[in-house]
């Protein structure tokens, strides 16, 4: 289908970058406004939580403006206009902008990485190829399924027979091989402490209790699904079953080579093991091209308009729904809104306990507690740190490397579980109450403390 009002280059480039400009404000303004709690920028802006929280919806705008520059060299500007609006009204991409985790960095450099193997395949050379193993050895140190992007590259080389030459190449091992450097530095520490990230992954995985369950797998999907949208999720489900290309079904291989082996890969993980809603996002960037491409220019255009307003209706009224937390009564469910409310209150009762009770150490229990109560303790003067049983192996930074040490002197434990199956001795702990909070982890607001002494 052709355009009837075809626009220039350069007038979807100029609506693009206006598109990622409104996106960026909204949730930038969303973040300033809300009164969500925590869960390089504190320099720039502070230690507030929108200062914190900054970083995810710019990073997720530079992606999106390498989402275009891949797609326009892949296609055309039209179907890269397209791409890069898909990226930013995906439903999982306005969820990310608005909380700061791993995911946001990760598909960052996913997306640079997408548009350095663009080029690297359009015009192999060492400086693309540096381009490309560059971007994945830092992405790797944000996550390391950052490692998909070059072995399904490598893949796709192998599987694709006009594409096999480029394995004689040095500068295609570069590429693929280069970005490994990056990581040797991470790999050396884990093997100077037990591979404590490798076992770490591994239990979020799931590995150790095997087990075919065919319901994950619908489960999976219908998640996997939300992720971009019903509409583009669907379309590229059934490009792939029933053989549908774009203009260029040569572009839309390499675009099914990065997606859909992810999704087949954390698919089968979810089946046998654990299932893992967000493990497979670096699949989405390019399968939200490939659907651009294959709907820009088909009887079936309305349906990425459609999918489009519908995504840009659910972000604005994710951004507007985030601004009102703090200023307005929220539900109770889902209980996952509760994980952000409340912890400024807690750390200022759980300091005012630890000051009544004479220590100057707050011990905590779990990533999740530590993390949190380090950020509301930040400026209380007193030394937070987890507890780890004698004998246990670390479960996390934190407990790697700082625990809590009877050494340290008397400390204010606060957790919802009874001391005495964490192993302290019951003649070491006090009971002092409970603070008076509504924090998720505190069963009926109330959430236990208690002095241990040596």
């Keep these: ?85 898909a990226y930013m009204a995906m439903p999982a991409v306005s969820l990310s902008s608005l909380i700061f985790n791993t995911d946001g960095p990760l598909l960052f450099f996913w997306c640079v990485g997408l548009h350095a193997a663009v080029l690297f395949l359009g015009k192999p050379s060492f400086s693309r190829a540096f381009y490309l193993a560059t971007t994945v050895a830092v992405g790797l140190n944000a996550k390391y399924a950052m490692i998909y992007l070059p072995a399904s590259l490598l893949v796709y080389i192998i599987a694709t027979a006009d ?38 992954t591994g239990d979020n995985a799931g590995w150790e209790k095997i087990g075919f369950k065919i319901g994950k797998i619908f489960e999976y999907l219908g998640g996997q699904s939300v992720i971009p949208g019903p509409i583009l999720f669907a379309i590229v489900v059934l490009a792939a079953v029933l053989g549908w290309r774009s203009t260029k079904p040569g572009t839309d291989r390499l675009m099914m080579w990065l997606s859909l082996p992810i999704l087949i890969v954390i698919g089968v993980n979810a089946a046998f093991a654990k299932l893992h809603g967000n493990w497979a996002a670096t699949a989405f960037p390019a399968l939200i091209v490939f659907a651009s491409a294959l709907l820009c220019n088909s009887r079936w255009y309305g349906l990425l308009k459609l999918s489009a307003a519908i995504n840009i209706v659910a972000a604005a009224a994710l951004a507007v729904g985030v601004s009102l937390v ?26 005012e306990a630890a000051r009544a009770a004479g ?48 050494a340290h002197g008397p400390a204010l434990l606060v957790t919802e579980v009874d001391p005495a199956t964490l192993g302290i001795a019951p003649e070491r702990v006090e009971s002092l ?22």
């Design 359 to 406: 220590v100057h150490t707050v011990v905590t229990v779990g990533r999740p507690m530590t993390s949190e109560t380090l950020y509301e303790l930040r400026d209380s003067g007193l030394d937070v740190r987890p507890y780890l049983a004698p004998g246990a192996a670390p479960a996390d930074q934190f407990e790697m490397t700082i625990p809590y040490d009877p």
């Design 1 to 85: 289908m052709t355009d009837p009002h075809p626009i220039s280059d350069r007038a979807w480039m100029r609506l693009t970058l206006l598109v990622i400009a409104a996106f960026l404000v909204l949730r930038l303004a969303a973040l300033l406004l809300s009164g969500f709690e925590l869960r390089g920028t504190t320099e720039v802006c502070g230690n507030g939580v929108a200062c914190v929280r900054a970083p995810a919806p710019i990073l997720h705008a530079a992606a999106a403006w390498f989402v275009f520059l891949a797609a326009r060299r892949l296609y055309d500007a039209r179907v890269a206009f397209w791409s890069a609006l």
């Design 163 to 200: 594409r096999r030459p480029l394995l004689r190449a040095g500068a295609t091992w570069v590429a693929l091989l280069g970005g490994l450097a990056g990581f040797l530095p991470n790999l050396i520490w884990n093997a100077q402490n037990g591979f404590v990230t490798f076992h770490h």
């Design 433 to 454: 109450g409970a603070l008076e909070t509504r924090i998720y982890k505190a069963p009926g607001g109330r959430m236990p403390i208690y002095r241990i002494d040596r």
């Design 326 to 351: 703090g200023h307005v009564p929220l539900p109770e469910r889902p209980r996952q809104l509760q994980r952000l409310l409340h912890w400024a209150d807690y750390g200022d009762k759980l300091a």
